[in-house]
Nanobody, 110 residues
Framework: VQLVQSGGGLVQAGGSLTLSCTAS????????IGWFREAPGKSREGVACITASDGSKHYTDSMKGRFTISADKAKNTVYLQMNDLKQEDTAKYFC????WGQGTQVTVST
């Protein structure tokens, strides 16, 4: 039972990346699934979340308009599409729903 993340990597400022988070051994059902990030020297912060049952979405203000969270219930997968990435978006990104994903590094270069 785990959340398996994929995606991430190195991208230039202004570029885009998509992160994936797939549940293994359980289904999202009515869960709220969230994306969080942790930058060096900073505490973990929320990025976005989605409710599997009705698809309602919420974003941290600084990510609104640039990041999009979505879910594919058939694939038991949640995505985070990140556009217009900035250097300050550099962090390790985690998904969470009952469990934490393993984290994936996103590095934005200038």
């Amino acid at each position: 039972v785990q959340l398996v993340q994929s995606g991430g990597g190195l991208v230039q400022a202004g570029g885009s990346l998509t992160l994936s988070c797939t549940a293994s051994g359980f289904t999202f059902d009515d869960d709220a699934i969230g994306w969080f990030r942790e930058a060096p020297g900073k505490s973990r912060e929320g990025v976005a979340c989605i409710t599997a049952s009705d698809g309602s979405k919420h974003y941290t203000d600084s990510m609104k308009g640039r990041f999009t969270i979505s879910a594919d219930k058939a694939k038991n997968t949640v995505y985070l599409q990140m556009n217009d990435l900035k250097q300050e978006d550099t962090a390790k990104y985690f998904c969470a729903a009952k469990y934490w994903g393993q984290g994936t590094q996103v590095t934005v270069s200038t």
